[in-house]
């Protein structure tokens, strides 16, 4: 099978190296020149592609038997509404609406975020996929409802999954990023602190991925773990203290679900994110109410 990778970024080259592994010809792309060598000697097959560009979406679609749209915004680029609206329509929409438009009729893998559900399913026992999701017009949420309204236009050949934060080896530990929220963003963030922190461990992401692209599902599926985190506020702000730093301000820009996020679908399909929550946290969770 010829698989195409939109972005071999963290879950990207992940997902290349298992799709490669299992014989199949996978191409990756990236909007930095410079990197082409190293992705072609790694992968094989790499070619500058920015989502926005039109004719080099399609031109990399082309004959090919499935495409997976890892790209997403950088951390940098998501702490402020400015920032948030500069970038995601382009990295998310206008990928999305070049690559349903291509011609052709691969099978499509988004990854969209479970930010989408924002605050409103908090009536709710569980967050599940047919769950409410939020009207925010922020910049993130807003932007991956419509990137995944465009990819399941094609119902029939495309899986979005909503993943939790995506973390594992080469990113920076959680405790090393609350201490650079103090440093360079004053100790304020822009997330809600009574959401569950809700992560993803990378090979959990690709092969969450791979399983989708093997059994070819269709649909919305949550992606992460089945336990119940802590808080936002909880885990961050004993990290905080743990460092003698104050808590942080909570902005609310991002909101987040404050109860259990349903993952039953995906084990039902045959897969289990096995490797994305963190044993050391359980002292950190409460039950939810």
Do not use: W
Request: glycine content about 8%; proline content about 7%.
């Amino acid at each position: 099978m010829k698989v195409l990778i939109i972005g071999a970024g963290f879950v990207g080259s992940a997902t290349a190296a298992r799709l490669q592994e299992l014989g199949h010809e996978v191409t990756v792309t990236t909007t930095t020149e410079a990197k082409v060598e190293g992705l072609t000697e790694r992968f094989g097959n790499a070619v500058v592609v920015r989502g926005s560009d039109r004719d080099a979406v399609h031109a990399a679609v082309a004959g090919q038997d499935a495409v997976v749209i890892s790209a997403g915004p950088s951390a940098q680029q998501s702490m402020t509404p400015e920032g948030r609206a500069k970038t995601y329509r382009e990295i998310l929409v206008d990928t999305a609406e070049n690559v349903i438009s291509a011609p052709g009729s691969p099978y499509l893998v988004g990854l969209s975020s479970l930010s989408v559900y924002g605050s409103a399913a908090n009536h709710l026992d569980a967050v599940d996929e047919d769950s409410p999701t939020t009207d925010s017009d922020d910049p993130s949420p807003s932007s991956f409802l419509l990137m995944e309204q465009t990819y399941l236009q094609a119902a029939d050949r495309a899986a979005v999954f909503r993943c939790g934060d995506i973390f594992g080896p080469g990113d920076p530990p959680i405790a090393e990023k609350v201490k650079m929220a103090h440093q360079y963003l004053q100790g304020s963030v822009p997330f809600a602190g009574d959401a569950l922190l809700y992560r993803l461990y990378v090979d959990d992401a690709a092969d969450a991925v791979v399983h989708a692209v093997q059994q070819r599902l269709t649909g919305l599926f949550n992606l992460t773990h089945a336990e119940v985190p802590p808080t936002n506020a909880t885990l961050f702000d004993t990290i905080s203290a743990e460092n003698d730093l104050p808590p942080l301000e909570y902005r609310g820009e991002i909101a987040g679900p404050t109860k259990p996020i349903s993952v039953q679908r995906l084990v039902d399909s045959g897969f289990t994110p096995s490797r994305s929550f963190d044993p050391a946290l359980t002292k950190l969770v409460t039950p939810a109410s």
